[in-house]
């Protein structure tokens, strides 16, 4: 006996096209399901129907089993027609990303082929996989031909390993690495300043070397120009030293030795002419006395200026031994000395302590000059000053001596360091003019340099500046 169409029935059509309709919205996996759920639901309903008509039960069977044929069909192209429909939507979306990766490529193309650097990626083996548009024009090659070539296929095998040397290089460190390597050219060797960087797969792996590399051949070359013309100069430099440094030691000598041979006549005619005024100055009138006077006079004169060439050029010859010096302590010295023997001075003078280093005996000659300079400018001032001291730090000192004497035109400075070369006249001022001369080149040779400011009655200041030792020098130099 067969049951109508009452609530079971009806209610289990319902749950199969829900079924339906819910594995319809799920993922593709599930349309197989899907389908066998509607055509249960299908069949259910038309037995029901059939069965309440009165139809016989072959009968109900046979249009049960149609219809079910039916809505698998229909049910199928369903499924097929949604299934195309999403894969043309993401064949749509395929083709849309592939044209945008095609744009992005071509443009990143366009980049790498515009630009004047070579540029290349090589595998982990180090077969080519590409290179641009500079290294095709610079290497007369085709990139089509260069993929699964190697350096050793298009370089000199010593080029090659290099290359390959660095590549591994880049691999084993991870690390982006700058190098200079050289490639073969027809017009010679290029340098190429190189840098390499590891490619890696998405776990982080290496799998190639990619190579930006730059040509500063031309920078090399003017390096190497200038390398050789900086040799060439100082070669130049050393021999024009040398020619002067003998040069030097030449007129050194003969002034020495012309100063040495001057000595004997000039005391011979100092003595007579002494002889004369103390002996036979009676046997003279006025004007022979004037003359003979002159003579003496002129006699010791040269005498002083042949002493001053012997001291220049003992200055410029002797040893030069360097050792701590207290320069305060020289000066206030040798300011002792002047005062002792020009006692009804009055001069104030302010010393301060000076630690250097250097030769102690000439840079005692540097003082005694510009300390008896001072005190012979100041001559008539009330009170005359001098101040020795000095400026900076150890490193950087500048010292001093100054005063508040007559001074000078500050336009004729550069003068006053030349052989025989005075500002003031030998009336005014005694002086054989090469005291300044002997500072000049003592302060030389300790690696200094002297100078001086004044101004016409505002007094004068002599500075000077020495090299200090370098570490670990001797004091012997």
Request: with cysteine; hydrophobic share 45%.
């Amino acid at each position: 006996m067969t049951s109508g169409p009452g609530p079971a029935g009806s209610s289990a059509a319902r749950r199969g096209l829900l079924a339906a309709a819910s594995a319809l919205r799920r993922a593709p996996l599930l349309v197989g399901m899907a389908v066998l759920v509607v055509v249960a639901g299908v069949v259910s309903v038309l037995v029901l129907v059939l069965a309440s008509a009165g139809a016989s039960p072959s009968r109900t069977t046979a249009i049960a089993v149609a219809v079910a044929d039916v809505a698998v069909l229909g049910v199928a192209g369903l499924v097929v027609a949604g299934a195309a429909t999403r894969a043309k939507a993401g064949e749509r979306r395929e083709q849309a990303g592939l044209l945008e990766a095609t744009k992005e490529s071509g443009q990143l193309w366009k980049v790498i082929d515009n630009t004047s650097v070579v540029i290349y990626m090589r595998d982990i083996e180090g077969r080519y996989i590409l290179v641009n548009r500079e290294y095709e024009q610079l290497f007369n090659v085709r990139r089509e031909s260069m993929v699964g070539l190697t350096d050793h296929d298009l370089f000199p095998k010593e080029t090659a390993d290099k290359f390959r040397a660095n590549d591994l290089k880049a691999l084993k460190r991870g690390v982006p690495i700058q190098v200079e390597e050289v490639a073969p050219h027809p017009d010679g060797p290029h340098t190429y300043l190189t840098v390499k960087y590891p490619i890696t797969d998405p776990d982080g792996r290496p799998n190639g070397v990619c190579g930006i590399s730059t040509d500063i051949t031309d920078l090399k070359r003017a390096e190497q120009h200038v390398s050789t013309l900086i040799t060439e100069l100082e070669s130049r430099v050393r021999e024009r030293t040398a020619e002067l440094e003998a040069t030097t030691r030449e007129l050194d000598a003969f002034a020495y030795s012309v100063s040495h041979d001057l000595r004997a006549p000039l005391r011979r005619i100092g003595s007579f002419s002494e002889i004369l005024l103390e002996e036979h100055a009676a046997q003279l009138d006025a004007t022979g006395r004037d003359y003979l006077e002159r003579v003496h006079t002129a006699t010791n004169r040269m005498s002083d200026l042949i002493d001053a060439l012997i001291s220049l050029s003992h200055a410029g010859r002797t040893e030069l031994l360097r050792r701590p010096v207290n320069l305060g302590d020289q000066a206030r010295e040798i300011l002792a000395d002047l005062a002792g023997a020009d006692p009804e001075r009055e001069v104030e003078t302010v010393v301060e302590d000076l630690p250097a280093t250097g030769d102690p005996r000439l840079l005692a000659v540097v003082l005694q000059n510009l300390l008896a300079n001072a005190w012979k400018f100041t001559a008539g001032r009330a009170p005359a000053r001098i101040h020795v001291g000095s400026l900076g730090t150890d490193d950087a000192r500048t010292y001093f001596v100054a005063d508040n004497g007559v001074g000078f035109d500050t336009q004729y400075a550069a003068k006053l360091f030349v052989p025989f070369q005075r500002l003031h006249s030998a009336d005014e001022f005694a002086g054989t003019g090469i005291g300044l001369a002997i500072v000049a080149r003592i302060i030389a040779r300790h690696g200094g340099r002297v100078w001086a400011r004044s101004a016409p009655g505002e007094g004068a200041t002599f500075y000077f500046t020495l090299a200090p030792t370098a570490e670990g020098e001797t004091p012997h130099s």
